[in-house]
């Protein structure tokens, strides 16, 4: 099985940075990604990583340590509509397919 | 093109009663997951299809779940026999296949209150 930890909440300025963390125990690895979620909405792909090392895109970026068992979202200039649930899920097996394992999601409130 | 439906949107019935939801995929997706969401929760894993058959339903939690998918397309849940405990959001996803980086794409989701 799987265990996947994320903060509950942040909160962050209009413009600021803020960075999720994410951590991960595996039995099987093959990947990890982050969605955004709005309430009441369903969740929309933000990220995917599968070897180490930094993704980025726009204002968003990923990075994955598979050593550490670590990932972070960064999410950068931040904008109202910034405001959403990101959820880590790391697919759980090495074989052709695989399921997702979520955590249980990080409320990011955005301040003007 | 069309994204992921689900219907209905929301589903209010009474313990003992059964229920259907039904999930239409993008098309040409072969893959197809059901997952659930409670409040304050993350998605939960339920089953996931690969064209007609269903490789994994790990995530059932219980023998009053079944889920079927036929033509390779649509897929229904059903529980039967609800429980307050039932009640959470049952997201659909689906993906091209299941494999590599295949991103799965979700649904609107159905809202079940069992009362």
């Known amino acids: 099985g799987q265990n996947i930890d994320q903060p509950t909440e942040m909160t962050a300025t209009e413009g600021a940075i803020v960075q999720i963390n994410c951590t991960y125990q595996t039995s099987g690895f093959n990947g990890l990604f982050w969605y955004q979620q709005h309430a009441g909405e369903a969740p929309t792909f933000l990220s995917y990583n599968v070897l180490d090392g930094l993704e980025e895109k726009g204002r968003f970026s990923s990075f994955l340590s598979r050593s550490k068992g670590y990932s972070y979202l960064l999410l950068k200039e931040l904008q109202m509509k910034d405001s959403a649930s990101y959820l880590c899920?790391?697919?759980?097996?090495?074989?052709?397919?695989?399921?997702?394992?979520f955590g249980a999601g990080t409320q990011v409130v955005v301040t003007p | 093109g069309a994204g992921v439906s689900q219907s209905p949107s929301n589903k209010v019935t009474e313990k003992g009663k059964d229920v259907e939801l039904r999930c239409d995929p993008i098309s040409g997706h072969t893959a197809l997951y059901w997952y659930r969401q409670s409040l304050g929760q993350g998605l939960e894993f339920l089953i996931y299809?690969?064209?007609?058959?269903?490789?994994?339903k790990s995530g059932l939690p219980s023998d009053r779940f079944s889920a079927e998918r036929t033509g390779g397309s649509v897929s229904t849940l059903t529980i039967q026999r609800t429980q307050q405990e039932d009640s959470a959001v049952y997201l659909c996803?689906?993906?091209?296949?299941?494999?590599?980086?295949?991103?799965?794409?979700f649904g609107p989701g159905t809202r079940l209150t069992v009362l």
């Open positions: 996803a689906s993906s091209l296949d299941g494999r590599g980086n295949n991103e799965q794409f």
């Open positions: 899920a790391v697919r759980d097996r090495a074989d052709s397919w695989g399921k997702l394992q």
């Open positions: 299809f690969q064209g007609n058959s269903a490789p994994d």
